[in-house]
């Protein structure tokens, strides 16, 4: 494998890591990358997050109650196949104001 992608994949497992013991602490049982594609969904216990939503959690520095708060949000407008009129990143700074 190229060695840009062997930094690129530690990197991102380290990141994912971080998510997972900042998130969850003691509490996550089941930590993998489905399909074992690392950098695309990263599954802990039943939750489910994309690299995106990874990276935007630790950067604007989201609470672990902002975090679970929109997860459940989504998950509930998903269901109900509705699409959403805010983003992670403005519901997090939503709290700013």
Do not use: C, H
Request: glycine share 4%.
């Amino acid at each position: 494998m190229n060695k840009i992608l062997e930094d690129w994949e530690k990197a991102t497992w380290e990141l994912g890591n971080y998510f997972v013991e900042r998130y969850f602490g003691d509490d996550a049982s089941d930590v993998y990358w489905i399909g074992n594609d690392i950098g695309d969904v990263l599954a802990i216990n039943d939750y489910f997050f994309s690299l995106d939503f990874i990276r935007e959690a630790i950067k604007y520095n989201a609470t672990t109650k902002q975090l679970f708060d929109f997860y459940d949000l989504k998950l509930e407008f998903d269901t109900k196949n509705k699409p959403m009129e805010i983003n992670f990143r403005n519901f997090i700074k939503k709290d700013e104001i």
